[in-house]
């Protein structure tokens, strides 16, 4: 996901899409845990999309206040 999609997103669109990746992240752990990971470049990828994220949505919450 790119930084320019990011910022076009509201805090609960945001808050939702955290939300998604960060269940996706889980269950490739659990495919990695169990060596059925195909791709494990996506874990990085998932990582910093949250990571992104949640930098955009407390970047919401200061302009808020």
């Known amino acids: 996901m790119k930084a320019s999609e990011i910022k076009d997103l509201t805090v609960v669109e945001l808050q939702a899409k955290n939300r998604d990746l960060r269940q996706e ?3 490739l752990r659990l495919q990695k845990a169990t060596s059925q990971l195909e791709k494990s470049s996506r874990l990085r990828t998932l990582r ?10 407390s970047v919401h919450r200061n302009k808020a206040v």
């Open 25 to 27: 992240l889980f269950n």
């Open 48 to 57: 910093r999309d949250i990571a992104r994220i949640e930098t955009q949505i």
